[in-house]
């Protein structure tokens, strides 16, 4: 069996998540390089259509392919790249404060990397920008979801829906709001790294405010029961 089967009889037809755990679609195909090794993996997304992922944002776990985030591949190459010249800058004026180079070929080499640290600087700009919109957004759906949940609990509450498939759903709304959050608490902590006087940080959705099993039970007294529903009520605005 060529090393292109092995790929596919390892990978196509399987599920495919995100590094937090979010399904991203299932593989419809690989292809590979001439050595044989994998190049990218074409995603059945569903309403996102048709995803093709290069390898740099593959991993693999438990035979599974697992998606990494662009933005998480920008920050990494930016961070690299940044240290890089940094690095650089400063062994170009050790070398000239030691004598090893003239002040000329000081200021022709420093050039070459100032400017580079330049096109970085404003290149963080454009992934600050993408990312504190990108957390905006991971918000966006927790208040969605925040108020899905609402709407769970009042027809909970009206006896329209069993314990046992609201305790379900609770669970899976719970799971995901983690996913979310851990995806937002990642973004901005690489934010905070990369430069931290410019981090934007949105309203939080802390994981208290998801329903738990005992914010849900009927209070058995009339004026338990009007604060519960005040409470309910309220998320919704």
């Given at each position: 069996?060529?090393?292109?089967?092995?790929?596919?009889?390892?990978?196509?037809?399987?599920?495919?998540?995100?590094?937090?755990?979010?399904?991203?679609?299932?593989?419809?195909?690989?292809?590979?390089?001439?050595?044989?090794?994998?190049?990218?993996?074409?995603?059945?997304?569903?309403?996102?259509?048709?995803?093709?992922l290069p390898k740099e944002n593959?991993t693999v776990e438990e035979e599974?392919?697992?998606?990494?985030?662009?933005?998480?591949?920008?920050?990494?190459?930016?961070?690299?790249?940044?240290?890089?010249?940094?690095?650089?800058?400063h062994a170009l004026e050790e070398?000239?404060?030691?004598?090893?180079?003239?002040?000329?070929?000081?200021?022709?080499?420093?050039?070459?990397?100032?400017?580079?640290?330049?096109?970085?600087?404003?290149?963080?700009?454009?992934?600050?920008?993408?990312?504190?919109?990108?957390?905006?957004?991971?918000?966006?759906?927790?208040?969605?979801?925040?108020?899905?949940?609402?709407?769970?609990?009042?027809?909970?509450?009206?006896?329209?829906?069993?314990?046992?498939?609201?305790?379900?759903?609770?669970?899976?709304?719970?799971?995901?709001?983690?996913?979310?959050?851990?995806?937002?608490?990642?973004?901005?902590?690489?934010?905070?790294?990369?430069?931290?006087?410019?981090?934007?940080?949105?309203?939080?959705?802390?994981?208290?405010?998801?329903?738990?099993?005992?914010?849900?039970?009927?209070?058995?007294?009339?004026?338990?029961?009007?604060?519960?529903?005040?409470?309910?009520?309220?998320?919704?605005?």
């Open positions: 069996m060529s090393t292109a089967d092995t790929l596919y009889q390892k990978y196509v037809g399987k599920e495919v998540r995100d590094i937090y755990g979010t399904y991203v679609g299932s593989v419809l195909g690989v292809t590979t390089d001439t050595s044989g090794q994998l190049v990218s993996a074409g995603i059945d997304a569903g309403s996102d259509g048709f995803l093709e593959i599974h392919l697992v998606r990494i985030p662009k933005w998480k591949i920008d920050i990494d190459t930016f961070t690299k790249d940044t240290n890089v010249v940094q690095k650089r800058l070398l000239e404060r030691e004598g090893e180079i003239s002040p000329e070929e000081y200021d022709n080499i420093a050039k070459v990397y100032k400017e580079k640290d330049v096109n970085l600087k404003d290149a963080y700009s454009g992934i600050s920008n993408a990312l504190n919109e990108k957390a905006q957004q991971l918000d966006i759906h927790s208040k969605g979801l925040r108020r899905f949940l609402t709407t769970l609990k009042v027809q909970y509450k009206s006896g329209e829906i069993s314990s046992e498939y609201f305790t379900t759903s609770v669970s899976s709304l719970n799971g995901m709001n983690d996913r979310l959050q851990a995806e937002k608490k990642e973004i901005l902590g690489l934010l905070s790294t990369m430069q931290p006087d410019k981090i934007e940080e949105p309203l939080p959705i802390e994981r208290d405010e998801i329903a738990k099993e005992s914010d849900v039970v009927a209070p058995t007294d009339d004026e338990g029961e009007a604060k519960w529903l005040s409470r309910v009520l309220k998320l919704k605005d």
